[in-house]
């Protein structure tokens, strides 16, 4: 599965998929396992509105999900149990134990997987940038790490735009010898001083 961004051509039908869309991308299958079973960008701190629609889509992929663990640094309440579709999941917390910025889901028969959790308000492209390292089957990140990276990524990338927008409007780096070369350079006498002899 992969991330689900969708930029439709006027405000209104964004908005329309944007509150019914979910937004989760998962790493493919494969023999060696990640740290991470992918990413999950929910639209709110809510788990009773977000989880039903995360179930809706993983039950029929991973088996019923019967239990959630979050760390509740980013989730402002942690409902005992939260109604699905079909049956009820029981969520836990855990502090010191559980990354910050993951979901660890628990199914009845099949297994665990753990997803990072995006935070609402994270621009689009910092979020699809985060969905495909978490999907990665490679992945050998924490969440922590990648939402850390993604903060480097994004504050490097506006470093840079902030750099490009001042050379367009002329502004050069002092240690850009091209630059250099175009500041005349004056050479004027300096009075000699008399000395007091």
């Known amino acids: 599965m992969t991330a689900t961004i969708s930029h439709s051509p006027t405000a209104e039908a964004d908005d329309r998929l944007s509150s ?17 079973d992918g990413a999950w960008w929910p639209r709110s701190r809510d788990l009773r509105a977000e989880l039903p629609s995360l179930t809706a889509v993983l039950d029929p992929l991973w088996g019923r999900i019967t239990r959630v663990t979050v760390n509740p640094a980013h989730w402002p309440i942690v409902p005992r149990k939260v109604p699905v579709a079909g049956h009820v999941v029981k969520v836990g917390w ?7 910025h993951e979901l660890l889901l628990l199914s009845y028969h099949v297994g665990r997987w753990n997803l990072l959790v995006i935070p609402p308000q994270t621009p689009a492209v910092s979020a699809a ?11 050998t990140s924490t969440a922590s790490r990648l939402m850390q990276e993604s903060t480097r990524l994004r504050s490097a990338y506006e470093a840079d735009a902030v750099e490009a927008v001042w050379e367009s ?28 002899r």
């Open 129 to 139: 940038w985060l969905m495909a390292a978490a999907s990665d089957p490679r992945g």
């Open 20 to 36: 019914t869309s979910l937004r989760l991308s998962l790493a493919p299958v494969g023999p060696a396992p990640a740290l991470l």
């Open 169 to 196: 409007e002329g502004g050069h780096d002092v240690r850009d010898p091209a630059a250099r070369g175009r500041i005349p350079t004056v050479a004027a006498a300096m009075p000699r001083q008399p000395t007091g």
């Open 94 to 100: 855990f502090l010191p134990e559980q990354d910050a």
